[in-house]
């Protein structure tokens, strides 16, 4: 199981993204997703998480702003960030708990799996 993150890039303050983050491999289901930032320097902290049941859950910074999305059919998770802030400059990673998928005939759950991360650049 592989996590791929992609639609980082520079924006200026106000400005919208939208991240995408496709869950690749023999993918049964997935339980809980979710996008995490860090700073160069900083701790890893949380954006926004989303359920198997599509419940979401915001940090403060992102309330209003913010809204993640899931598409299981393609297992593929998003990450709609509109009034882009220059403090949201960061490195998006997504992330993804409880993923059930296929080995052979096997199936197997695997658990806490990361992107590659996406930079976003938010400019004043």
């Known amino acids: 199981v592989q996590l791929q993150a992609s639609g980082g890039g520079l924006v200026q303050a106000g400005g919208s993204l939208r991240l995408s983050c496709a869950a690749l491999g023999s993918i049964i289901s997935i339980d809980n997703m979710g996008w995490y930032r860090q700073v160069l320097g900083k701790q890893r902290e949380l954006v926004a998480t989303i359920t198997r049941n599509s419940d979401t859950n915001y940090a403060d910074s992102g309330k209003g702003r913010f809204t993640i999305s899931r598409d299981d059919a393609k297992n593929t998770l998003y990450l709609q960030m509109n009034k882009l802030r220059p403090e949201d400059t960061a490195v998006y990673y997504c992330?993804?708990?409880?993923?059930?998928?296929?080995?052979?005939?096997?199936?197997?759950?695997?658990?806490?799996?990361w992107g590659q991360g996406t930079q976003v650049t938010v400019s004043s």
């Open positions: 992330h993804a708990d409880r993923v059930w998928f296929a080995v052979g005939v096997t199936v197997t759950e695997g658990t806490d799996y």
